[in-house]
């Protein structure tokens, strides 16, 4: 295999999303500083943080910015930029700001940003991860008050990826506005970045590099040593383990399942894998009246029950574990995985494929010479996704649902799915529920779209229940613990009757890492440089 160069690799770029990550410790350490280079298969296609909710974003932007609460190595909650919170009464939280910190400009970071990031959030892609606030109030310089719209016991949980803009940075560079969820509209925020966190950007070519270097007035103090680290864009699989085998790189994400055994064997080298919160599913559009990417103009047939039945024991998972994911997937009965709050293990366990069932199904639903459909995937978003996009079509086949995979660079399908356009008949998606709670994947992507409070925004084939989203609006404010999962486990129970959302797999993540290197990988698909460190 060719070595890996970085001048012949830049032309190829393209740009893109989401990328991996699972769980270790991390070491302390006195080593002196280093650099550090890792590669990943796409790039955050944007350093706004309030403009889309994406997991390779907020992996990206969690180095440069900072929210009120964080997560730590082992994924707890701890504080940040906030130094203390309390709940005052059932509707009211308190938090006290963290004095002496300042934005990487040299701004004085104050409550009025926290404000001003609170209306920024709401006005843009991350919307429904704040829908539970109604309002904030600037006690005085370091303490807010945020008021929710109705009881919510987990607030600290779901604001971990809310990230504190410099008002005064924003306003001076004409990005009070976020951009847009599908990338379409662009802010200086959307290429330049302001945060209060342990890195700066000091360098940023979209869709080829990104440059990090040490913040020197981080309030904090690291427990890595890494002082500067360039993130490179890799989109091919062998150019990305071809860039770690040759020392080119000190990390890889998204190793081929096929290319894991070779990592390992490779001297200086190993795979660290573990569990990724992200579960992959199926979600066809019910909400119109026609197929838009389809053969059926009169009529819907994903609006049939029985049709999406029928397309859930098609559908072998098993096999798409063994053959395609070489066993780096758990198949899944539910779109979230076994780490999140809310799991059933009863209602998760995947469904057995019955293709004589399916056909039944189908002939009972008026479609037993199927129909044709294009089904729209990534083909550089999470591990293997276009070989998987191609096995579903495969076993759709099997009951003459004729599926045309329209596989592309994320950043072309992004453009084209997101919201406001939601323009795809039959989607192949990824969720990673950040706050490990289920209540986020219902509020982002079961509720029935409100585009005025954001609930519903990723809601890709329109599907609604109204029965679900009362309980989406019970769980948000029941504080009794196991009254709270018992309506959890309803909502899925329904969800999982109605077919909206076909699960395939809950991924694992997979890092090619040098061995003198030391990660904390975590199952939020983040890349927490703080903690990394190059002996």
């Given at each position: 295999m060719?070595?890996?160069?970085?001048p012949a690799f830049k032309r190829k770029m393209l740009l893109g999303t989401i990328a991996a990550a699972a769980l270790t410790a991390p070491l302390a350490t006195s080593v002196q500083a280093a650099d550090f280079k890792f590669a990943?298969?796409?790039?955050?296609?944007?350093?706004?943080?309030?403009?889309?909710?994406?997991?390779?974003?907020?992996?990206?932007?969690?180095?440069?910015?900072?929210?009120l609460v964080r997560r730590n190595a082992e994924q707890k909650i701890e504080p940040a930029l906030a130094t203390e919170w309390k709940q005052t009464d059932d509707t009211t939280w308190e938090f006290t700001l963290r004095q002496g910190v300042k934005f990487s400009?040299?701004?004085?970071?104050?409550?009025?940003?926290?404000?001003?990031?609170?209306?920024?959030?709401?006005?843009?892609?991350?919307?429904?991860?704040?829908?539970?606030?109604a309002s904030i109030e600037?006690?005085?310089?370091?303490?807010?008050?945020?008021?929710?719209?109705?009881?919510?016991?987990?607030?600290?949980?779901?604001?971990?990826?809310?990230?504190?803009?410099?008002?005064?940075?924003a306003e001076a560079n004409g990005a009070v506005q976020p951009g847009a969820a599908n990338n379409a509209t662009e802010t200086f925020a959307n290429r330049n970045a302001m945060g209060t966190g342990p890195y700066v950007i000091k360098e940023r070519d979209p869709g080829v590099k990104?440059?990090?270097?040490?913040?020197?007035?981080?309030?904090?103090?690291?427990?890595?040593?890494?002082?500067?680290?360039?993130?490179?864009?890799?989109?091919?699989?062998?150019?990305?383990?071809?860039?770690?085998?040759?020392?080119?790189?000190?990390?890889i994400d998204g190793v081929?399942?096929?290319?894991?055994?070779?990592?390992?064997?490779?001297?200086?080298?190993?795979?660290?894998?573990?569990?990724?919160?992200?579960?992959?599913?199926?979600?066809?559009?019910?909400?119109?009246?026609?197929?838009?990417?389809?053969?059926?103009?009169?009529?819907?047939?994903?609006?049939e029950l029985k049709v999406r039945q029928a397309m859930e024991l098609a559908i072998d998972t098993g096999a798409i574990q063994k053959r395609i994911m070489r066993n780096y997937s758990v198949p899944v009965g539910l779109p979230i995985g076994k780490e999140i709050n809310g799991f059933d293990p009863e209602l998760g366990a995947p469904v057995k494929p019955d293709v004589d069932k399916a056909k039944e199904l189908m002939k009972e639903?008026?479609?037993?010479?199927?129909?044709?459909?294009?089904?729209?995937?990534?083909?550089?978003?999470?591990?293997?996704?276009?070989?998987?996009?191609?096995?579903?079509?495969?076993?759709?086949?099997?009951?003459?649902?004729?599926?045309e995979p329209r596989a592309q660079a994320t950043s072309r399908w992004a453009t084209q799915v997101n919201p406001p356009e939601y323009n795809t008949s039959l989607a192949m998606l990824g969720y990673s529920p950040a706050t490990y709670d289920a209540h986020i994947f219902l509020t982002s992507i079961a509720a029935t779209r409100d585009p005025k409070s954001g609930l519903g925004a990723f809601n890709?084939?329109?599907?609604?229940?109204?029965?679900?989203?009362?309980?989406?609006?019970?769980?948000?404010?029941?504080?009794?613990?196991?009254?709270?999962?018992?309506?959890?486990?309803?909502?899925?129970?329904?969800?999982?009757?109605d077919v909206g959302f076909i699960p395939l797999h809950q991924l694992n993540i997979l890092w090619g890492v040098k061995d003198n290197v030391t990660v904390v990988q975590p199952a939020d698909l983040a890349y927490p440089l703080r903690y990394f460190t190059v002996k």
């Open positions: 060719m070595p890996f160069s970085f990943g298969p796409l790039d955050a296609y944007t350093l706004d943080p309030h403009a889309v909710s994406n997991t390779l974003i907020f992996a990206v932007l969690a180095n440069v910015y900072e929210p400009n040299g701004n004085p970071f104050t409550a009025d940003d926290v404000v001003f990031s609170l209306t920024r959030g709401q006005a843009g892609g991350i919307k429904a991860n704040l829908n539970s606030i600037k006690v005085d310089d370091y303490k807010i008050r945020i008021r929710t719209r109705a009881v919510n016991p987990i607030l600290p949980n779901q604001i971990t990826n809310w990230y504190i803009m410099d008002k005064e940075w990104t440059v990090f270097a040490t913040n020197s007035g981080w309030w904090d103090k690291k427990a890595g040593n890494i002082d500067n680290a360039t993130f490179f864009v890799i989109p091919n699989p062998s150019t990305r383990v071809s860039a770690l085998i040759s020392g080119e790189v000190d990390l081929p399942p096929q290319d894991a055994e070779r990592i390992d064997k490779a001297d200086g080298l190993h795979v660290k894998a573990g569990p990724d919160l992200r579960t992959i599913y199926v979600q066809p559009d019910v909400a119109r009246d026609s197929l838009i990417f389809g053969s059926e103009k009169a009529k819907n047939p994903f609006k639903a008026g479609y037993e010479n199927g129909f044709s459909v294009t089904l729209d995937c990534t083909n550089d978003r999470f591990m293997n996704d276009e070989a998987t996009c191609l096995a579903v079509a495969a076993s759709l086949a099997r009951i003459n649902i004729k599926v890709i084939g329109g599907y609604s229940n109204p029965e679900v989203d009362k309980l989406i609006a019970a769980i948000g404010k029941e504080t009794d613990q196991e009254k709270r999962t018992d309506l959890i486990q309803q909502a899925f129970k329904l969800i999982k009757a």
